[in-house]
């Protein structure tokens, strides 16, 4: 995950929600946080077209693409946080 973030490779993911859906993604790594106990990561979705985050531990298959994502000033992790921060406020 790590190297597709440094890389800009999408990532196809099989994820499993807290209810027990599960889904499919395409996904825009963008980066790793660990809050409390389980490490998550933030991400663009391309079906939602939002951020979402994903918890490591329900990620049930991932597949590194040779698709890569270009930069974007609206879909990267600094524009994730500031947004985070400013709606908390």
């Known amino acids: 995950i790590r190297a597709a973030i440094k890389n800009r490779q999408l990532l196809d993911i099989d994820y499993r929600r807290e209810d027990g859906a599960a889904s499919s993604r395409r996904i ?6 660990y809050w409390g106990q389980t490490w998550t990561l ?9 951020y979402r985050m ?7 298959l991932l597949q590194v693409c040779e698709a890569r994502f270009s930069e974007h ?5 600094q524009h994730y946080l500031k947004s985070y921060t400013d709606s908390s406020a």
């Open 42 to 50: 933030v991400a663009w979705c391309e079906q939602r077209e939002a």
């Open 54 to 60: 994903f918890r490591l531990d329900r990620i049930q």
């Open 73 to 77: 000033p609206q879909r990267n992790l």
């Open 28 to 33: 825009w790594p963008l980066g790793l946080m």
